[in-house]
């Protein structure tokens, strides 16, 4: 079974241009996750979504961020214009919520570095 | 405040050898505590999973404990390999909440030959 694919892994920017990352949930999984991680933190939730609603996205930087996930299934998380400070690992989770909603499978991440 | 600290921050130990990971939690209320391990590059697996009332739970050379009176837990690793190296984070979950967990910041484990 294929796990959580994310892409790109990593990605160099400039600060104020835009960025996008992409995750496919395991097939199957209603909920999806999306999490930063800092440098020698652990990850800190950014929105969840249940199939296409997003249920909690309050740890969301909505100025700058912005996420979607059609058809609920795979997700897509923006920022425009990034920041120096947005620099981290991007990572995508999934669970199934109806059979163990607090088995997240998280997918390898997105490092971002903005110069 | 839902918090979870974990100690050391950093640990080398030879190969071999066994070691000890902490992690202290003030989550309330308490659903289950995980230890997930994540290698460089890497997102984090899931590596043991408790809940209130287990008090000790392996998986393989991995051995996790849970002290829900004291709000405290080990992971324990025997016999260190190479693979070993990487980030250790504690999670935990609050019975309000299930899919918030909270994350401790990691305890970065280097194994050397």
Same mark, same amino acid.
């Given at each position: 079974e294929?796990?959580?694919?994310?892409?790109p892994?990593?990605?160099?920017i400039?600060?104020?241009?835009?960025?996008?990352f992409?995750?496919?949930p395991?097939?199957?999984?209603?909920?999806?996750?999306?999490?930063?991680q800092?440098?020698? !933190?652990? &990850?800190?939730?950014l929105i969840r979504? @249940?199939?296409?609603?997003? +249920? #909690?996205?309050s !740890?969301? &930087?909505?100025d700058?961020?912005?996420? @979607?996930r059609?058809?609920? +299934? #795979?997700s897509?998380l923006?920022?425009?214009?990034a920041?120096l400070?947005?620099?981290?690992?991007?990572?995508?989770?999934?669970?199934l919520?109806?059979?163990?909603?607090?088995?997240q499978?998280?997918g390898?991440?997105?490092r971002l570095t903005?110069? | 405040?839902?918090?979870?600290?974990?100690s050391?921050?950093?640990l080398?130990i030879?190969?071999g050898?066994n070691c000890t990971?902490?992690?202290n939690?003030?989550?309330?209320?308490?659903?289950?505590?995980?230890?997930?391990?994540?290698?460089?590059?890497r997102?984090?697996?899931?590596?043991?999973?408790?809940?209130?009332?287990?008090n000790?739970?392996s998986?393989?050379?991995?051995?996790?404990?849970?002290d829900a009176?004291t709000?405290?837990?080990?992971?324990?690793?025997?016999a260190s390999q190479?693979?070993?190296?990487a980030s250790?984070?504690?999670?935990v979950s609050a019975?309000?909440?299930?899919y918030k967990?909270?994350f401790?910041?990691?305890?970065?484990?280097?194994?050397r030959?």
């Amino acid at each position: 079974e294929a796990g959580v694919v994310q892409s790109p892994r990593y990605k160099i920017i400039e600060k104020k241009q835009p960025v996008a990352f992409w995750c496919n949930p395991i097939s199957g999984h209603n909920t999806l996750y999306w999490y930063r991680q800092n440098l020698g !933190q652990g &990850p800190e939730l950014l929105i969840r979504y @249940e199939n296409e609603e997003a +249920v #909690d996205d309050s !740890q969301l &930087p909505k100025d700058r961020f912005s996420a @979607e996930r059609l058809k609920g +299934v #795979d997700s897509t998380l923006k920022i425009q214009p990034a920041e120096l400070g947005d620099s981290a690992v991007y990572l995508c989770a999934s669970s199934l919520e109806t059979v163990d909603p607090d088995t997240q499978y998280f997918g390898p991440g997105t490092r971002l570095t903005v110069l | 405040k839902n918090q979870v600290e974990q100690s050391p921050q950093s640990l080398i130990i030879l190969e071999g050898k066994n070691c000890t990971l902490q992690c202290n939690y003030t989550v309330s209320p308490f659903s289950n505590l995980r230890w997930y391990k994540q290698d460089t590059g890497r997102g984090p697996v899931s590596l043991t999973i408790m809940t209130f009332s287990e008090n000790t739970k392996s998986n393989g050379r991995y051995t996790a404990t849970l002290d829900a009176d004291t709000k405290q837990s080990s992971l324990h690793i025997t016999a260190s390999q190479l693979s070993d190296s990487a980030s250790y984070i504690c999670v935990v979950s609050a019975m309000d909440s299930s899919y918030k967990l909270i994350f401790g910041s990691g305890t970065r484990l280097l194994v050397r030959p």
